[in-house]
């Protein structure tokens, strides 16, 4: 990368240490240093800089002086907030598109192809890619509800649960594994029309995936 403009250097910067943070790459409690990242990129210090500081008004950084920046660990607070906004649009959005039968089988052929680009990513071995088919799959149900404003305040958690899905599997064979199993029966249950049996399955696979292991 060509560090011919401080601006779209600095936007470069940006979006791929925030990704990497995301995806889970760049994992909650790790220092990342100025120059590790000019060096991977191949910029100056500068854009680094700049990038870092956007990073830490959003939230996802704290800056350590000479030190890099630290990685902020997902707030056990923060997952207990977002999965409850979750739960509530997402059911809500189901609610409504069961009764539209084209909508419904359109919904459905999209959650079938997001659950298999994330079997395809859980053979790979590919994290990054597991949590990016997660949040999609949770979108699609989201954006499926004809509330334009719901589905706007959703995109703003989208960031956070994906993340939280690479902290959740990381490591975890065996939840990546329940993670895809759920994700069919929540489109079964979506196929079968069945919404009170879906907001249960919703609550329980939330609290499966992002509360394992540890108490409210």
Known sequence: MSDTSGVSAADAVYRHVKDRVLTGELEGGRMVSEGEVSAALGVSRTPVREAFLRLEVEGWLRLFPKRGALVVPVAPHEIDEVLDARALLETHAAADVITR?????????????????????????????????????????????????????????????????????????????????????????????????????LTDHLDNTHRHGRTR
């Open 101 to 201: 039968p084209d909508d419904l089988a359109g919904l459905l052929s999209a959650l079938d192809s997001t659950i298999e680009r994330q079997q395809a990513a859980h053979r790979d071995d590919d994290l990054p890619g597991f949590a990016r088919s997660d949040a999609e799959f949770h979108r699609l149900v989201a954006d499926a509800g004809r509330n334009s404003l719901l589905a706007g305040f959703y995109a703003t958690l989208r960031e956070r649960q994906q993340r939280m899905t690479a902290d959740s599997v990381r490591g975890r064979t065996a939840a990546a594994t329940t993670v895809l199993d759920e994700h069919r029966a929540l489109r079964d249950l979506l196929a079968a029309r069945d919404i009170d049996g879906f907001a249960r399955a």
